[in-house]
């Protein structure tokens, strides 16, 4: 989030990979998303989506319905 301040950034799209070649988001990486989501509203960021690559695939938590 201080990246994003220090950039002037007011959106975000969280992006990392899965090693094991397997993008099904973890209950950690939903947790920390709505983290990232709550403490980013009140600075006036938004975060539109949170991306997980796999071994040529990738999954969405926005389009999986995650993310408010």
């Known amino acids: 989030m201080r990246r994003a301040l220090e950039l002037s950034s007011s959106n975000l799209i969280i992006l990392h990979n899965h090693p094991s070649g397997d993008p ?16 980013a509203k ?22 999986l319905g995650l993310l408010n």
């Open 24 to 39: 099904t988001p973890s209950k950690a990486d939903i947790a920390v998303t709505r983290d990232i989501v709550n403490a």
């Open 42 to 63: 009140p600075l006036g960021v938004t975060v539109h989506d949170h991306l997980i690559i796999g071994r040529g695939r990738h999954t969405s938590l926005r389009d």
